[in-house]
DNA sequence: ATTCTATGTTCGTCATAATGAACATCGTTC
DNA sequence: GAACGATGTTCATTATGACGAACATAGAAT
């Protein structure tokens, strides 16, 4: 089933779309030249705005019209990690897990993460079409972009598009992560 | 320039995609649950409609949400008799005028419509991308699709597209046209 | 000519979208 | 911790889109 009202389609697209340029309700309420209450209720998927709003909207997100009616394509891939395509016998002594593909024409660069709690590092966004594949090897972090984030424990994986605003948030003492991110060339 | 307002993109969308359809105002209106008059200032370019009121619109119409702000491409082209690129010297004879050239995938059928005043003749649409090619040769007609009729004299030339509801109606006893329908094979 | 049915328009009323102030929360700074 | 700024939410009020009846007009049928 994908018949979706338009309420939530606008809903989630002005979400999307505001997250994805940083901006917050407030300030796009104010640029657009609109009350941040009639922002928020659209947000939340009550009302049913004209095409006067959502013309602002649309104009000051600098997107076409009808992107606000476009279902949000997931992007991201989430792998805890007791999940997965295993390789390798069950006896084995090893295991390994298949956790991303290498597409061709894309190159990938390795990060090893270390983080402490209670500093949000957040990450500006890489160029369009980057996507960061997240592994924490220790402790619990909250991962993603803003509109996404997961929170992961040890093992987990996580993919998400990189070309939006993006947290690592510790959650644990001595946490650990790999982050491989991956550019098209 | 090309900067109209969503309402007037809006007003003439509707008024294409309906009488494409060859739906009349109230038809559309009760078929879609909106008030006649809710769709007549829409059509007028008055106004400033809600999402709701749109999508009840667009499903009526049966034509995707986008749709109704795409701009009208004409899709029509008039030559009057005294127009039009003409082929030969200015003291020859004989001149020609090239009134539209043939595109590959085509096929032209060429049929010669007589014509008297008092009877509309109209006709049901032809699959989508057929046009239609009329030249006056004698008398006076009406003729085009319902949205853009033209009148034409003797000599004149029109090319208007067929997949939607169009009339022929003479204005003058022994009117004749020539008719040539281009379908795509 | 007269009625009847369809067309699209205009208007007063009502429902509701948009507003702005007040509110609640959270981080940051002093 | 207090004060501050920015976040997004909730509410009353106001502006306005949607409605439906009445209207004007045109064609067709009687």
């Known amino acids: 089933m994908d018949s979706m009202t338009p309420n939530d389609l606008i809903a989630n697209a002005i979400q999307r779309e505001r997250s994805r340029k940083g901006l917050s309700l407030s300030a796009?309420?104010?640029?657009?030249?609109?009350?941040?209450s009639t922002l928020s209720q659209l947000e939340s998927g009550?009302?049913?705005?004209?095409?006067?709003?959502l013309w602002a909207i649309a104009e000051t997100l600098d997107v076409t019209f009808s992107t606000l009616f476009e279902v949000s394509k997931p992007d991201v891939s989430?792998?805890?990690?007791?999940?997965?395509?295993?390789?390798?016998?069950?006896?084995?002594?090893?295991?390994?897990?298949?956790?991303?593909?290498?597409?061709?024409?894309?190159?990938?660069?390795?990060?090893?993460?270390?983080?402490?709690?209670?500093?949000?590092?957040?990450?500006?966004?890489?160029?369009?079409?980057t996507f960061e594949h997240a592994v924490v090897c220790v402790g619990q972090a909250r991962v993603g972009p803003l509109e996404a984030t997961e929170m992961l424990n040890a093992g987990d994986y996580y993919r998400y598009p990189a070309d939006r605003p993006h947290v690592y948030e510790a959650m644990e003492p001595g946490t650990q992560l790999i982050v491989v991110m991956e550019t098209r060339d």
């Open 78 to 129: 989430l792998i805890r990690a007791d999940e997965g395509a295993r390789l390798g016998s069950d006896h084995a002594t090893f295991q390994t897990t298949l956790l991303a593909n290498c597409p061709t024409g894309t190159r990938r660069d390795v990060y090893r993460v270390d983080l402490e709690p209670g500093s949000t590092r957040k990450s500006t966004p890489h160029p369009a079409g």
């Open 46 to 53: 009550k009302g049913n705005p004209s095409i006067e709003t």
């Open 28 to 36: 796009l309420a104010s640029r657009a030249g609109l009350a941040k």
